[in-house]
């Protein structure tokens, strides 16, 4: 089977092209390279052994990717393709709209123009907002991301639904990442942000390879055990995983149509803290720190009821704290500049 994946040069696309070809799919990847090296894919293939089809190009583009679904037989589509950093769409709402939701218009109208009815998308734990106790369950309502960022996963969500209700042959599958770190075992790939990291574990392993001079903490003074923010940081590849997991599920339930979210995580809440400390651990190494202001929009801890995807789709995170902090370490010191060599 062919699988369309948008965003596949990027951090977890990536890693989920991987995975896909060992379980003998097919890929097409679909990028602009907006936020991402074809580096990444070349080693994919030399890590795979196995092909994958390339080509550049945006989602909002309906004309290339008609092309596209004209020249492959598509049997469905994975969705990555999205602008992600939170700050940013706060100051660049316009783009982080266009991209993230009518992009992914764009590539269901030119789907269901094809008669290309499974797809799976990239949401986050973000969709349930500050609304809703944690842990986050999927039966919880959507609710009120603080970013334009988290508005376009909640947006992209109601069209999924909407569109599923509008037609039966729509077959859905929402899947809600918590915190993904990590790298391939291998180091070959891994995240290579561009810039000054937003996230976590690219600014903490940016640290420890010398390239930045101290992690900032983001709040010491929240209502958690230690005061620092606890997050559910779950391996990439677990999470490639959880997508070839949702594909064979789709596969396996031939006369389901409509949406299912699931959400993909460990279950744990981690802090800030307790990510310094193994970190250090697993490289035998001080990460230097201070503690600074709260990050607006932060909230305290969430963590996943992950049991819907351990029952349904028979995925579990496998890969422990230790193993995230090691593989994440191996591509940074392989990789101190990233793909750029
Ligand atoms: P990434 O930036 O590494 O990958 C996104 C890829 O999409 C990049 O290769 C980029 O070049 C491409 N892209 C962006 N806009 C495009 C467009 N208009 N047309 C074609 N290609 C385009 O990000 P990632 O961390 O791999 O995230 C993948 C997906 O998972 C995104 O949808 C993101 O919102 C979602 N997500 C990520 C996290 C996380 O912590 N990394 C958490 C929850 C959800
Ligand atoms: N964080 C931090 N310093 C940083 C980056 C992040 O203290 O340089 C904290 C942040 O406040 C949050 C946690 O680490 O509590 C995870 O942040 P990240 O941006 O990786 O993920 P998200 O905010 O999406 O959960």
């Known amino acids: ?16 092209v991987l995975s896909l070809l060992e379980n003998n799919y097919e890929v097409i990847v679909y990028d602009s390279l907006v936020n ?6 070349n080693r994919v293939e030399k890590l795979t052994g196995k ?26 589509v994975i969705h990555f393709a999205a602008l992600k950093a939170v700050g940013e769409s706060a100051k660049i709402p316009l783009s982080y709209y266009q991209n993230n939701v009518y992009g992914t218009v764009c590539l269901l109208e030119v789907m269901e123009h094809n008669n290309v009815h499974d797809f799976i998308f990239s949401s986050s734990a973000t969709v349930y907002g500050e609304e809703n106790d944690v842990p986050y369950v999927e039966t919880m309502k959507l609710g009120t991301p603080s970013s334009p960022y988290g508005a376009s996963k909640v947006m992209v969500e109601r069209v999924l639904n909407d569109l599923a209700l509008s037609d039966s042959n729509f077959r859905g599958v929402s899947l809600r990442y918590f915190n993904p770190i990590g790298a391939h075992e291998s180091g070959q790939i891994g995240e290579d942000p561009k810039g000054i990291p937003n996230n976590l574990l690219p600014y903490v392993a940016q640290v420890a390879v010398g390239k930045r001079e101290k992690l900032s903490i983001f709040g010491d003074d929240y209502p958690t055990q230690d005061g620092s923010c606890e997050r559910d940081y779950l391996h990439v590849m677990d999470l490639a995983q959880g997508h070839v997991a949702a594909l064979d599920w789709l596969n396996r339930h031939n006369d389901f149509t409509g949406v299912e979210a699931f ?40 963590w996943a ?12 995170a496998e890969r422990n704290l230790t193993q995230m902090m090691s593989d994440t370490w191996r591509w940074q010191s392989s990789n101190p500049n990233g793909y750029l060599a």
């Not at 994958?52 to 049997?75: A, H, M, N, P, Y």
């Not at 959400?263 to 600074?292: C, H, M, Q, R, Y």
């Open 1 to 16: 089977m062919k699988v369309l994946v948008t965003g596949g040069a990027g951090y977890i696309g990536s890693h989920t």
């Open 36 to 41: 991402s090296s074809i580096e990444s894919l």
């Open 51 to 76: 092909k994958v089809e390339f080509i550049e190009g945006d989602i909002c583009d309906k004309d290339k990717l008609s092309e596209v679904f004209e020249q492959f037989t598509i049997g469905a």
């Open 263 to 302: 959400n993909l995580g460990t279950g744990n809440g981690v802090s800030v803290f307790a990510i310094v400390k193994a970190f250090e651990k697993a490289i035998d190494k001080t990460i230097p720190f201070e503690v600074s202001p709260r990050r607006a929009g932060d909230l305290p801890a969430f």
């Open 305 to 316: 009821n992950a049991t819907k995807a351990n029952e349904q789709l028979n995925w579990h």
